[in-house]
């Protein structure tokens, strides 16, 4: 062998090495995981880069072009150690009737290796409008979601322990579509002059309102001085999963019968195609046919934005609403990590509980959002912890309001 080959030979293992060295190296993806609480429907191929293009399933809203694709929560099997490039399709919603991307929102993911403790995570836009992440898999399982998940059984979990406390009492209120049962919580007193109403998980996969419910469960039933004084002076019920087939199925938006329920609030109740709504609306009319109804309520859910939606319909003078909602968000930037803001005072959403209680049933309603990406006052990604802190903030918000509400 010559000197010139023996050094060709050597050049190229070099060349080899290091090439090598600087070659992601990238996970194979032997299995992705959906059949398990909560995951989501979808289909996945690994194209020829070794990318995971995850195909999320869309939900249809019934006789509405309306269709909606975002929960996402699934587990990749791949190899510890390595990288994977994870690619979201079908994004191309459709809303109020409306085409528009889903992309533009999903900018972060919660990931697990086991499911249980969260941490956040980027993602990127594509080129052609849809969305992706990159992720080291630090063991060979990695869970991915939408936002960190709460479970039907996370809820089973919180309603256990509440059962036998003096100051609650959980009231059987209906069934979804599918027969699950559906509760309403009452935290402190009943006879107490100022009610509060929250519900939470209108949409399934917007889980932040549960988590804030559990901080306010936590704030409320808190064995200290503040919380005796709030048990003692409020009475807040809460709804805490409104669309539990959804959570189940792992569904997006509406329920098992293709009806949003956040929608439709401007008339009576469909108990077929929606009997979570009609069973809410059942208490709610017991509730002002006995004289307590809500002052305040508030409908939680997750979007891109976090902001208060004050909307009210045309008729009437709802300067004295605007002004309670006005106090109302000032509060909550006083005593919360809320600084999003409201909706412009012409912003109108006709049939969301918001509008529609205060319609039908003059009761002061507001959809409160969530961003799922940014805490824009400290700039974190959001994950259960920030939400049930904003949650345990939310009775010293409540109580200043009915005091500041008088003057
Ligand atoms: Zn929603």
Redesign the pocket.
Known sequence: MTCQKIFSIVLCFFLATCCNAQTPQISKVSYVDTLFENASPLWYEVDANGTLQVYLTYDHERNSPNRAAGHVHFCVHGDAGKNLRIEFNNLNNVWNGTPGSVAKELLSVAISEDGKEWRSFPLNPTADGRVFGEFLLKSDRLFVARVEPYRLSDLDRMLNRLRGHPDVSIDLIGQTVEGRILEIIRLGNERSRDHVFLRAR??PW?AGGNWVVEGVVDRMLANDKDGARFREKLCIHVLPMANKDGVARGRTRFNSQGKDL?RNWDKPANSELAPENAALEKWIEKKIADGHPPDIALEL???GNGKLHISRPLEGDTTNYLERMELFESLLRRHTWFSEGATKPNFRNPGSLGEGWMERFRIDAIVHEFNCNLIASTGQRPLAMHWKEYGSQLPIVFEEYFKLREH
């Open positions: 209108a949409h917007e956040n859910h997750n979007d």
